[in-house]
């Protein structure tokens, strides 16, 4: 049994091999798992960039003011009241708010809304300047603003491809249903037609490629991010076995030693504890079954170690050749003993057959536990463990030292008895 783990995303259960067929394709939906992780990475990018996308959709909007002076001047205040009083605030309210839903119709619906109500705004002034008293001769150039605003919308705002189509249809109908049943002339409707038509089917292309291509660069870091994760993974398992190896120990103690305070005293400092584990008599094994059956039995034993795990901090460790390590965090020695005979109940169980045994005949392994505060020093809890390893053996062999119930302290920072 190996105990290798495959790398995933956290929490999503992705593996590179699940993305590398999208690599080469033109995804425009993923499996779900990889899709809510890809809507994640987007609405992360949007929550950024919020201010920077809000500042430039207000500046370019309103940019488009001095237009209404000029094409449109008797309703120019009204449109300036229009665009500071509701569809301003709205970009921001949009912008800065957005609902925390995996449907995209409804977490895109408040930034769907702001070109609906810009181009609800064009229309009335059009619609205004063409039925009021006094009809304005740039009215129907005008009006010509929405096919910008459908452009933009479909190019730069963040909408999923869906509610951008949504978006469009709504747009465009809104458009339609204003300007052809004025009374502009024939020539202008059917202009005004054509350029909706041909903005929505055009800025809709141009949206699909553009969600292609950020899938697919969402793709490449998310690849090169679990190849990192899984060279780093490698890096710290032993090969054959698929535990932890010295150099993940190394690192992993380091760390958490290196985090405590200068000065630390001893009250209030959580145990660590180390149980060494050798397999007995392992070279005899070797000599009499080969070293392939000898390989075979290291994976079987560290699979058993593996099983007993607690999960979270705990760490099996192939400390070399046929010994192993467990290391324990916010353990005391009463629970690292009992762990400590799992492990060996564990190893037991398998039955593995050992006919060169001395006293048995099947593969066996002695444990020795150290326990202490992190204020002692990593080989202080090895050089402790090491030698009630070594009880166990003088002991006879297929036991854990100290036994549980009879634990006594040797030393004010470190605990192992035999």
């Known amino acids: 049994m190996t105990v290798r783990r495959s790398v995933r995303l956290e929490s999503a259960g992705i593996t590179r091999a699940q993305i590398t067929p999208y ?5 425009r939906r993923f499996f779900p798992a990889l899709e809510a992780a890809f809507e994640s990475d987007r609405r992360n990018f949007i929550s950024a960039h919020a201010r920077f996308i809000i500042l430039r959709a207000i500046i370019i909007y309103n940019m488009a003011l001095p237009l209404d002076f000029l094409l449109a001047p008797d309703t120019a205040w009204l449109a300036a009241a229009l665009h500071f009083g509701v569809v301003t605030p709205m970009m921001v309210f949009a912008g800065l708010w957005t609902p925390q839903s995996r449907n995209p119709l409804v977490r895109d619906a408040p930034a769907a809304l702001v070109p609906l109500l810009i181009i609800g705004q064009i229309m009335l002034i059009y ?7 006094r009809q304005s001769a740039g009215a129907d150039q005008y009006q010509y603003l ?3 605003v459908m452009v933009y919308t479909n190019i730069n705002q963040p909408l999923d491809v869906r509610v951008a189509v949504a978006t469009t249809f ?9 300007l052809l049943p004025g009374p502009s002339p024939m020539a202008v409707k059917l202009v005004g037609t054509g350029l909706m038509f041909a903005a929505a089917y055009l800025s809709l292309g141009a949206k ?5 291509s950020a899938r697919h660069a969402f793709l490449r870091r998310l690849h090169d991010r679990l190849q990192r994760v899984e060279a780093e993974d490698e890096a710290s398992r032993d090969a054959l076995t698929g535990l932890s190896n010295r150099r993940h120990f190394d690192e992993r103690t380091a760390a958490l030693w290196g985090a405590v305070p200068p000065g630390a005293g001893l009250i209030g400092m959580a145990p660590m504890a180390i149980v060494m584990i050798d397999i007995d008599q392992f070279k005899l094994f070797n000599d009499r079954y080969g070293h392939p059956a000898g390989d075979r039995c290291l994976k079987r034993v560290a699979g058993a170690i593996a099983s007993v795990l607690r999960g979270g901090d705990d760490l099996a460790v192939r400390f070399g050749g046929e010994e192993f390590l467990l290391f324990l965090p916010d353990t005391g020695l009463e629970v690292a003993v009992q762990i400590a005979e799992r492990v060996r109940r564990a190893i037991e169980a398998l039955s593995i057959p050992h006919d060169g045994a001395a006293g048995g005949t099947i593969v066996t392994a ?3 536990v150290a326990e202490g505060p992190v204020t002692a020093t990593v080989s202080d809890l090895l050089a402790a463990a090491d030698e009630a390893l070594y009880r166990a053996k003088r002991g006879g062999r297929n036991r854990v030292s100290p036994p549980f119930m009879t634990l006594e302290p040797l030393h004010p920072t470190w605990r192992s008895t035999g």
């Open 23 to 27: 690599l080469v394709d033109e995804p």
């Open 170 to 178: 709504a747009l465009g109908f809104v458009y339609l249903a204003v």
């Open 208 to 212: 699909a490629r553009l969600e292609v």
């Open 366 to 368: 002695s444990l020795g």
């Open 146 to 148: 929405a096919v910008i």
């Open 127 to 133: 619609h205004l300047n063409q039925h009021g008293l």
